[in-house]
């Protein structure tokens, strides 16, 4: 390998942008929000009310039920034992 490439990784603690994973998921600044944002043309403008979230929200739990769920419909506290089992529903 030449002296001073590094072709992944990072290097005296500076990010390359790269990354040797060969997982098929985003890496990176991807996964940054500051990524995203930079991206709108506004990135203040409300898109949604709270309650079009709410609805957009709900009409997702129908279509995907069993994949997406409403977690604030569980308790706050739970047996770890029960908690185990909805996790292997």
């Known amino acids: 390998m030449k ?9 005296r603690g500076v990010d390359s ?24 043309p506004d990135p ?12 957009f929200n709900l009409e997702i739990r129908g279509r995907l039920s069993g994949i997406v769920l409403d ?5 706050e506290e739970m047996a770890g034992e029960e908690l185990k089992r909805l996790l292997e529903e």
Do not use: Q
């Open 71 to 75: 977690l604030a419909s569980y308790p």
């Open 3 to 11: 002296e001073g490439f590094f072709p992944c990784g990072s290097h």
């Open 44 to 55: 203040d403008e409300v898109i949604l009310s709270e309650e079009e979230i709410a609805a």
């Open 17 to 40: 942008g790269r990354s040797c994973s060969r997982s098929p998921l985003p890496a990176g600044e991807v996964l940054t929000p500051e990524f995203w944002i930079r991206k709108l």
